[in-house]
C-alpha cells in the first residue's frame, strides 16, 4: 500500500486511490462504454484542463471508434472552494448535432459544472448525451444530476492528483489524494 504524504505548503495529502486501482476501474468503465456504444462512433468531449488524464487513459481502451474534442470552464478559480459562477475559456470545436456525445469530467462536486454543460450541448441538439465523471463527491450536488458512468463516489474531501489541482499544481501525480484534516 502506498503510505507517501504529499505537502503543499502547510497542507498534507494522503493516497486515496491508488494508480492500479484507477486503472483497474478505467478499464472497467471503458468496457461498459464499448458495449453501450457498440456500432456507433461517439464524441469524447474532455473538460479541461482536469480531465486530461482521464480521458486520454479512457480512450486507449475503448474498442469502438471515437472522436475527441475539449471545452474549458472554470468554476473554482485558485481557491478550494467553488465560486458557484462558471466561465467559459474554450467552448467546443466540433459540431455536436446530431452526435452521440459523452462527456468526460474529472469530478463532479456541486454539479453546477455538468448542469452548464448539458444544457449548452442540449441548445446543439445532438443524437444523445452522456456523462462519465472519474470522481463524484457524495451528496454535494445542488443541482438535480444525473451521472451515467462513475468511476468512483468518494466523501466531500478536496483531492489532488490524475488531473486535480491545487491551484493548479500537482495535476501530474498518477493517484488521487486526499486531505488530511
Ligand atoms: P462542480 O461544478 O461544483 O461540480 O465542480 C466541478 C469542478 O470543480 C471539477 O471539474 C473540478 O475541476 C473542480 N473540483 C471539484 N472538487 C475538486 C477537488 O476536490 N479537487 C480539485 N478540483 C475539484
Ligand atoms: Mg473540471
Not at 474554450?90 to 459540431?95: E, G, L, T, V
Not at 441538439?125 to 451521472?147: D, E, Q, T, Y
Amino acid at each position: 500500500m502506498n503510505t507517501e504524504i504529499i505537502k503543499v505548503d502547510d497542507l498534507e495529502f494522503e493516497v486515496l486511490i491508488d494508480s492500479e486501482r484507477l486503472q483497474h476501474r478505467i478499464r472497467e468503465l471503458a468496457k461498459e462504454i464499448s458495449k453501450d456504444y457498440k456500432g456507433k462512433t461517439p464524441i469524447f468531449v474532455g473538460v479541461l484542463n482536469g480531465a486530461v488524464l482521464f480521458l486520454a487513459d479512457l480512450i486507449r481502451n475503448l474498442t469502438i471508434d471515437c472522436e475527441i474534442d475539449f471545452i474549458k470552464i472554470s468554476s473554482y478559480g485558485n481557491e478550494r472552494i467553488s465560486s458557484g459562477q462558471i466561465t467559459m475559456i474554450k467552448d467546443f470545436s466540433a459540431d455536436l448535432h446530431a452526435r452521440d456525445v459523452v462527456v468526460v469530467e474529472d469530478i463532479v462536486d456541486s454539479g453546477r459544472s455538468v448542469n452548464y454543460l448539458k444544457q449548452r450541448i442540449e441548445s446543439m441538439k445532438p443524437a444523445s448525451i452522456k456523462f462519465v465523471s472519474l470522481l463524484v463527491k457524495r451528496n454535494c450536488a445542488v443541482v438535480p444530476l444525473h451521472i451515467d458512468y462513475v468511476g468512483f463516489e468518494i466523501e466531500n474531501k478536496f483531492v489532488i492528483g490524475y488531473g486535480l489541482d491545487l491551484a493548479q499544481k500537482k495535476r501530474n501525480l498518477n493517484a488521487i489524494y486526499q486531505i488530511k484534516e
